[in-house]
């Protein structure tokens, strides 16, 4: 997959786009009440919302696929 990405940045047939920090925060905000609603519905079936969200960082960072 990685190697797949790269020959997309590398294409002159694309334009790779990065979000400004203004962009990343809105984004952040805008996604924030359906964290929270998942995080609910964990709870209520007695999972651990916050073991499994760090659990689901810490794979995304192993991979390289985390966006910070």
Wanted: negative net charge.
């Amino acid at each position: 997959e990685y190697s797949g990405r790269q020959k997309m940045i590398d294409s002159p047939d694309h334009t790779l786009y990065e979000p400004t920090a203004e962009e990343v925060q809105l984004w952040r905000d805008a996604a924030k009440p359906l964290l929270d609603a998942w995080r609910a519905d964990v709870t209520a079936k007695g999972g651990d919302p916050d073991a499994i969200y760090s659990s689901y960082v810490e794979a995304l960072k192993r991979n390289g696929a985390l966006y910070e």
